[in-house]
């Protein structure tokens, strides 16, 4: 009883003792950690004079800014220290290894760690160029005792064989900044990278060549090629190579490639390269909203193309061309903007609010009329469309019908083709459409969570066995426990860096 009476007593005078160590609470901030100010930008040239253009865009500069996970780019030492022997290592050679990276910064998920690296992939002129990646760690992976038929890289050494995804991520940008490495929530979280370490996988998520790794060790720059399927086939295949190297005793040979969007492309890249040019350990390919016919899109776009397409691609050929003229593409205006998001590092929100005055398409302001007819974007628009060539399968594709970034009767379109081309032979393990109806860009990858969770556990869990079936599948997923107007469209929220306790109840 008396021990009762004393904690009792003592309570109160602990508390006055404590309370003067507690720190004082600030309320959730509604600014960022960036204060960029309108009137340290170059507008020179641009054609901008709207304050609420200028006032908008220093808005998403500073919002952009407020989720890098650390500070630019060009002062992390990781993305700007590069090995001497980057461009004459071997492709999927590693280069550099962050084991432990500090996810303080980051807005991942309790009990998950991440790892960074750098290693050596090729562009478009078949050159050897640096690439970054991260390496995400679940508490609880799936193992060889789930998957006993899973093996290692390197027999010579006792793995635990954990089952690894490679990721590919949406368009963020086409700058150095906008690699998902750098930025706080991996640029997909739930969506996918944080599903699948959830669900006990290893996910390498690739930034592509030019975003976080941006020079090669003499300072030449190396571009983003955006949406060419090639590229991002082999930052795919060279990074799960550089991982599993770097991580001889922790990762399985096996591997799925997963992407979405401008990363369904990569995706779906890979599945085309692993036809011609095999590698070992490939399991199959998931292929979410694709980017399989770009020449096809902006045919039927004709002078209405999104502004932002030609603009990034002005900087994007020089990837095959170094010395591409870009004022073939773009006015001088044009070039102006492009100068001004270059210099800021803009990435997707940036770079909507510098083009915002031309919502739809161009009428020749900032876009030379014609531009999307030149040989030069002809040719790279070549290595953008996959959809009419061989894959070596199996492959689960997935699509939603009110995509209003990749339509769905495109995808449709470059899946019957595919099928036609490769036939119901055994040189191949088939094709699973998944469309949703209803459901739209990202959010497809939210509504058919279930799908291609369940489809990896069987890539993964099939090692050794036969695969079963062939030719193509077509399912058609649509909303069954409430009407489809009752579910939630597109995403509504960001995360937010929680810098003190209550922020996260």
């Not at 426990?481 to 996260?504: I, R």
């Amino acid at each position: 009883m008396f021990s009762v009476i004393y904690a009792l007593l003592a309570f109160p005078l602990l508390t006055l003792t404590y309370a003067q160590q507690i720190p004082l609470l600030h309320p959730q901030p509604d600014t960022w950690n960036s204060t960029l100010n309108p009137a340290s930008l170059n507008f020179t040239n641009t054609g901008i004079t709207s304050s609420n253009q200028t006032a908008n865009l220093a808005l998403t500069l500073n919002f952009e800014r407020s989720n890098w996970a650390f500070s630019s780019i060009a002062l992390d030492d990781f993305y700007t220290s590069i090995p001497s022997n980057a461009t004459t290592l071997p492709p999927g050679s590693i280069l550099k290894v962050q084991a432990f990276t500090n996810t303080t910064t980051y807005t991942l998920p309790p009990n998950v760690a991440l790892s960074r690296i750098m290693y050596t992939t090729q562009n478009l002129r078949n050159e050897t160029v640096p690439a970054s990646a991260f390496v995400l760690w679940p508490f609880l992976p799936l193992s060889s005792a789930e998957y006993p038929g899973l093996s290692n890289p390197n027999p010579s050494i006792n793995s635990t064989k954990f089952p690894v995804v490679a990721w590919a991520h949406g368009t963020s940008g086409i700058f150095a900044e906008c690699g998902p490495s750098h930025i706080r929530n991996l640029w997909y979280q739930y969506s996918a990278p944080f599903t699948a370490a959830l669900a006990g996988y290893v996910v390498v998520g690739v930034d592509y060549q030019g975003l976080g790794v941006n020079t090669t060790s003499n300072g030449t720059g190396i571009p983003h090629p955006y949406l060419t399927v090639p590229a991002g086939a082999n930052d795919l295949i060279y990074a799960v190579q550089a991982a599993q190297a770097a991580f001889p005793s922790k990762l399985s040979k096996e591997f799925v490639v997963m992407g979405h969007s401008q990363g369904g492309g990569a995706a779906w890249g890979t599945a085309v390269r692993e036809a011609t040019n095999p590698t070992v350990g490939y399991l199959g390919t998931i292929a979410s909203s694709p980017t399989t016919n770009l020449t096809g899109e902006i045919a039927l776009h004709a002078d209405v193309v999104p502004p932002t397409l030609g603009f990034f691609w002005a900087e994007a050929i020089r990837t095959l061309y170094p010395n591409f003229n870009q004022s073939q593409i773009l006015t001088d205006e044009g070039l102006a903007r492009l100068r001004l998001a270059k210099e800021q590092g803009m990435c997707n929100s940036a770079v909507g609010a510098l083009l915002s005055d031309f919502p739809g398409s161009d009428n020749g302001t900032i876009l030379r009329k014609g531009w999307n007819t030149l040989p030069e974007i002809a040719k790279y628009l070549s290595l953008c469309d996959v959809g009419t060539q061989m894959i070596k399968g199996p492959m689960l594709m997935l699509q939603g019908t009110e995509d209003p970034a990749v339509p769905y009767l495109f995808t449709d379109a470059s899946v019957a083709t595919t099928c036609a081309a490769m036939g119901n032979g055994t040189r191949w393990s088939g094709i699973e459409y998944a469309r949703f109806e209803g459901v739209s860009h990202v959010p497809v990858l939210f509504a058919g969570q279930r799908v291609w969770l369940e489809w990896l556990a069987e890539r993964f869990g099939g090692v050794g066995k036969s695969e079963g079936g062939s030719g193509c599948v077509v399912r058609n997923y649509t909303s069954m426990a409430m009407p489809a107007a009752n579910y939630q469209k597109e995403l509504g929220y960001f995360l937010e860096l929680a810098t003190q306790a209550y922020q996260v109840a």
